[in-house]
């Protein structure tokens, strides 16, 4: 089945620096990815939809300032979250969409297992 | 390797009782989550089981059972809304989150 890696799986940092997270496709073409952060036991609330090729499309409330989206390939795309804040430790998950209508399969998501950003 | 299981797909029908099964074979396990996704919006968190049991929450409700890694999802009264998929996540020793591939629901009248 499709598989998606995020990495690093965890990552602390020290308060104002800046952490790269990436996404990959492993072994298909997601021209859409998601970004989304997860609070504890609550729903993935979604940050951005990124399109290979163009500009990251932010959910309201989301400053696309400070978490920089790129997705330079079909198969990578990262989230750069700016200046981090203690407030921004969370769990970030990234899901990469498949359209395969004419298998069958329509409209997938395959998630990746997540980034755990501790800000100090 | 890491493993969740779940039916790709179930029919069931409005007002009726469906049970989605999830199994799951992960290093280590730091809780069981499900998830409802509509086609084209973010996941909604339903569950969350980390001790053995049943967890009844109105119209659904989640079991587990670690020893077997076993859990299942029981949807309750069926209404034509509860038309999603119905993911299945383990969060491991790591707490990295291990998905199935979801559970595709189609209720009919």
């Known amino acids: 089945g499709a598989v998606v890696s995020q990495h690093p799986s965890w990552v602390i940092c020290k308060s104002g620096t800046s952490v790269k997270i990436e996404c990959r496709s492993l072994?298909?073409?997601?021209?859409?990815m998601f970004w989304y952060r997860q609070f504890p036991k609550q729903s993935l609330m979604l940050m951005a939809t990124?399109?290979?090729?163009?500009?990251?499309?932010?959910e309201q409330g989301v400053e696309k300032d400070k978490f920089l989206i790129n997705h330079a390939s079909l198969t990578l795309s990262t989230l750069t979250v700016t200046s981090a804040h203690p407030e921004d430790s969370s769990f970030y998950i990234c899901?990469?969409?498949?359209?395969?209508?004419?298998?069958?399969?329509?409209?997938?998501?395959?998630f990746g297992p997540g980034t755990r950003l501790t800000v100090l | 390797g890491q493993n969740i299981d779940q039916p790709t797909e179930m029919t069931a029908t409005e007002g009726a009782i469906v049970q989605i099964n999830c199994t799951y074979q992960?290093?280590?396990?730091?809780?069981l989550f499900w998830y409802q996704q509509h086609a084209g919006e973010a996941p909604t968190f339903l569950s969350y089981?980390?001790l053995d049991g049943l967890e009844e929450k109105g119209r659904f409700s989640s079991f587990l059972s670690r020893s077997k890694g076993y859990s299942y999802l029981l949807l309750k009264e069926l209404q034509m809304k509860d038309s999603a998929s119905y993911l299945c996540?383990?969060?491991?020793?790591?707490?990295?989150?291990?998905w199935g591939a979801g559970t595709k629901l189609i209720i009919k009248p």
């Open positions: 990124s399109n290979e090729g163009s500009k990251a499309t932010y």
């Open positions: 996540a383990v969060m491991d020793s790591n707490y990295q989150l291990i």
């Open positions: 089981n980390v």
């Open positions: 899901s990469a969409r498949v359209l395969h209508g004419w298998q069958g399969d329509s409209d997938t998501q395959y």
């Open positions: 992960t290093s280590g396990f730091n809780g």
């Open positions: 072994d298909f073409q997601a021209t859409t």
